[in-house]
């Protein structure tokens, strides 16, 4: 037997037969090309360029994570700058297409190496997966992925591309095992959304490891057993049963409402990017969508979307949904979302610069394009709006003229429409916790952003690494911003929420509660584990929790405190489900 450490990246323990993927790449052919070839080779690389685009629109992403890795290899394809280096080496270098292809993604793959960012340093993968497409088509070479599995197998590998993770089906994967790659890897990503137990940094895996090896894999504390002796199969036979019968009982509590073990009735929604029907279907269980990011219009789209297929996607999560409320935020374009055909001014600090509802009134056509569309939505089910980074009631109030003069415009043109939804902020600027009180005399209700919050709270860049440390999610001034918020607008008789990553993390669930939350908008995938977590305690321990942190100093302070709680306190099962102070 040998044990190999690597790094956990998605929970989860497997046992079964190593397949050891070495993914074939193309290499390109180094020609210089004379001037009568130059538009043949310009040619020839649009055309690749325009397969590759069309094979990626074709193919489905089963997460939203995949999606995303779609959307993104379509924006560097349509890359104007990228686009146009290409060109240059063709017609000044005289380099053909492979060449030039070659060239420009390897400039951009040697400066994101150089970079001591690790973020930076796990884009390589992207830019590698779109060259070696292009490469491909170029080539003429068929595709040598994962389709073909035709055995459940433990996956191993130097690197999975993005590409592998949208091919490979994930009934043929027990676990993933790979070199590269860390936590917030597109594999790691990938894999916890899929529920697939996956560990990484494990150096030379893929030449120490036969295909046909017995493993196990822990994805919990990232070792990997090969060719694992008697005493350890039964340990993990023990482990693997715990886990399931953990996720079991999660499973059965996804469908029942989510209530405390004495009966408080908490809304549990859930935060989607897409109207795509696997999104979609992944609310079924949720009390409505807390956050449905407009965003993917924008980002899968080589254009402005119109206010037509802006209608339609939302006409199709309201249908889909209804009577549930989905809560749709207006664009949140900028800081680490750009748009190839939206050029922005370049940003020393582009977190504070213009983005969102400020990109919004900055192009007031943008934003009325989607307003109306919302509207016209409105009219198929129960919809809600709200506006993301708003510092001030100023925004507020701006914004809301502007949807009363779409609404006008919609009546004049005669066309059907609803405008009497309520109209919500997102809470993620500090200023709007100091005046919460005064933010909710003009919103409806509040959604609080956390992943921003945080950031812009304690001032530490939530992408930079080197700010990881400070970057405190548990961090106590975190919580007594939120208390400010519920208090702020509770004393107008509006509803708040939160919709950031801090709402998804079973630890902070009963803290939240106890501050005086009642809904939560998380991700789809902790929906079972979140109402399995709110079932174990009382509103009077999650309220005690909550004042005790509170008092508390540093997040290392709060951080020790949730560990000495129980993970999850004896509940019992008549309770779940049954609401008694809706």
């Known amino acids: ?29 180094h020609i210089t090309i004379g001037a009568a070839d130059v538009a043949a080779q310009i040619a020839l690389y649009e055309q690749a360029s325009q397969k590759a685009r069309e094979e990626l629109q074709a193919m489905e992403g089963g997460t939203q994570e995949q999606e995303e890795i779609l959307r993104t290899h379509i924006s560097f394809l349509m890359d104007e700058d990228m686009i146009e280096e290409i060109r240059t080496e063709i017609t000044q270098n005289h380099k053909c297409a492979e060449w030039a292809v070659e060239t420009v993604y390897g400039q951009v793959i040697d400066m994101l190496d150089a970079s001591p ?11 590698a997966d ?43 994967i027990l676990g993933i095992v790979t070199e590269r790659g860390g936590v917030t890897a597109h594999m790691a990503v990938i894999a916890r959304s899929l529920a697939i ?68 009735r908490i809304e549990t929604k859930v935060n989607l990017g897409s109207a795509d029907e696997w999104e979609l279907a992944a609310a079924a269980c949720s009390d409505g969508v807390g956050l449905f990011r407009s965003e993917f219009l924008y980002m899968n789209n080589d254009h402005l979307p119109t206010e037509e297929e802006q209608f339609t996607a939302y006409k199709a999560a309201l249908e889909a949904l209804a009577p549930r409320p989905v809560t749709l935020r207006t664009m949140d374009i900028g800081a680490d979302k750009q748009l190839p055909y939206l050029p922005l001014p370049h940003e020393e600090n582009p977190a504070l610069g213009m983005r969102a509802l400020r990109l919004c009134f900055a192009k007031p056509d943008v934003f009325r394009t989607q307003l109306r569309a919302a509207c016209r939505a409105a009219v198929y089910g129960n919809l809600q709006v709200m506006f993301p980074m708003v510092s001030s009631v100023t925004d507020v109030i701006r914004a809301k003229q502007l949807l009363a003069e779409v609404a006008k415009e919609l009546a004049d043109e005669g066309i059907p429409f609803r405008a009497d939804f309520p109209v919500g902020v997102m809470v993620e600027v500090p200023s709007l916790a100091l005046m919460a009180s005064q933010i909710a005399k ?38 007594q911003a939120i208390r400010m918020i519920i208090e702020g607008f509770s004393a107008q008789g509006k509803p708040v929420s939160v919709c950031g990553e801090l709402g998804s993390d079973p630890r902070s669930v009963p803290i ?26 009382t509103m009077a321990q999650m309220e005690q929790m909550a004042q005790d942190i509170l008092a508390m100093g ?10 000495k709680q129980p993970h999850q306190a004896d ?10 102070n809706v």
């Open 1 to 29: 037997m040998i044990q190999h450490s690597g790094v956990a990246v998605s929970p989860g323990i497997a046992r079964g037969k190593a397949y050891v993927y070495k993914k074939h790449t193309s290499t390109a052919e």
């Open 197 to 264: 137990p996956a560990v990484a940094g494990i150096s030379g895996v893929d030449e120490a490891i036969t295909s046909g090896t017995e493993l196990i894999v822990d994805g919990q504390t990232g070792t990997v057993y090969s060719q694992p002796d008697p005493a350890i199969l039964e340990e993990y036979r023990k482990k693997a049963q715990a886990f399931d019968r953990q996720r079991q009982i999660e499973k059965e509590y996804l469908p029942k409402p989510a209530c405390t073990a004495d009966g408080v």
């Open 442 to 479: 003009q919103a409806a209700f509040a959604s609080i952003g956390t992943n921003d919050l945080v950031q812009y709270l304690l001032a530490a860049d939530r992408d930079n690494p080197d700010m990881a440390a400070y970057y405190q999610s548990f961090h106590p001034a975190v919580f």
């Open 571 to 580: 509940c019992k099962e008549q309770t779940a489900g049954r609401c008694d």
């Open 554 to 563: 540093s997040q290392e302070e709060v951080v020790a405190y949730l560990e």
């Open 130 to 172: 779109v060259r070696d497409q292009l490469l491909k088509e170029l080539r003429g070479e068929r595709s040598t992925g994962l389709e073909a599995l035709s055995e459940p197998v433990i996956l191993v590998a130097k690197e999975l591309l993005p590409s592998d993770t949208i091919s490979m089906d994930p009934a043929k």
């Open 512 to 537: 939240l509660l106890g501050l005086g939350l009642r809904t939560l908008s998380i991700s789809p995938a902790r929906l079972g584990e979140i109402k399995y977590r709110i079932a174990g305690m």
């Open 117 to 127: 960012d690790p973020v930076f340093k796990e884009r390589i993968a992207d830019f």
